[in-house]
């Protein structure tokens, strides 16, 4: 069964997810052992890198909802999607990981002024949205159960708008709630997730409409950085095949 549920106007979900997903298999080998470093090495190698692929296949579990599907294409608001999938990864991620995570999640649209409320109050934006129903529950569209479970875990469907709620509020104490050079490290934890989560994810995206190139004057933020970015990912291939593990 085709499934045809979108994450860009002409691009599928599903394709989207399974090029971050190997884009992430380009790049992690490379931060690997910085990343253990700066955000936890205490945490079991498995359970780490297993976490930042949740991180990277789940970052855009937002786009699943009925009203973000139904939304797109057409000349209407997208809701926001960062939040829930950021409070899906602090229900099922251990701590130590959890939080700079989902606060990568979170900020992975900065570049388009929707951080405040996404930290703030993600649950007043669901109901604003109309992303839940009258029980709080997160309304899905219909066609994401046969997505499978690598795309769509079963656990999103017990999601309900406290979640997003006790992961706001915990990522402010994460963030906040500490001195200031274990708030310095967070920021760094959280820094070189959301580095990751950015490569793999614009690098994925590289042929939707809005990337492809224009005018010179547009081009910050926007097709030269994409551009950039496709060539970095594409040394990084070259460099591997030849055995080198380093740019």
């Known amino acids: ?8 106007p002409g691009e ?6 399974l090029r971050c997903r190997e884009k992430f298999n380009v790049v992690f080998p ?8 700066i955000i936890n090495a205490s945490i079991e190698r498995e359970s780490f890198e297993d976490s930042l692929i949740k991180m990277v296949l789940f970052h855009d579990l937002g786009k699943l909802t009925r009203r973000w599907q139904e ?24 701590p130590g990981l959890k939080e700079p995570l ?4 979170a900020i992975h649209h900065t570049d388009k ?18 992303i839940v129903d009258n029980e709080g529950n997160i309304i899905w569209i219909e066609e994401a159960e046969s997505l499978g479970e690598n795309l769509f875990p079963k656990e999103s469907l017990e999601m309900r708008i406290i979640d997003l ?19 310095h490290q967070r920021r760094l934890q959280a820094s070189v997730a959301h ?53």
Request: aromatic share 10%; hydrophobic share 40%.
């Open 1 to 8: 069964m085709t499934v045809t549920l979108y994450s860009a």
């Open 12 to 17: 599928l979900y599903s394709e989207h997810i």
């Open 30 to 37: 490379i931060f690997k052992s910085a990343m253990i470093r």
């Open 71 to 94: 939304n797109l294409g057409k000349s209407r608001k997208l809701p926001t999607h960062a939040p829930i999938g950021a409070a899906y990864l602090w229900r099922v991620l251990p």
């Open 102 to 105: 989902s606060f990568a999640v």
């Open 113 to 130: 002024g929707l951080l405040g409320d996404n930290i703030e109050r993600p649950d007043v934006q669901t109901i604003l949205e109309g």
């Open 165 to 183: 709620k006790n992961m706001a509020r915990g990522l402010r104490l994460w963030a906040k709630g500490c001195g200031l050079l274990d708030q």
């Open 195 to 247: 580095h990751i989560l950015k490569i793999c994810d614009i690098s994925a995206a590289i042929e939707r409409k809005e990337y492809q190139k224009k005018e010179v004057r547009d081009y910050y933020g926007g097709w030269l950085m994409v551009e950039n970015i496709g060539a970095y990912i594409d040394r990084i291939k070259k460099r591997s095949y030849k055995g080198t593990a380093y740019i």
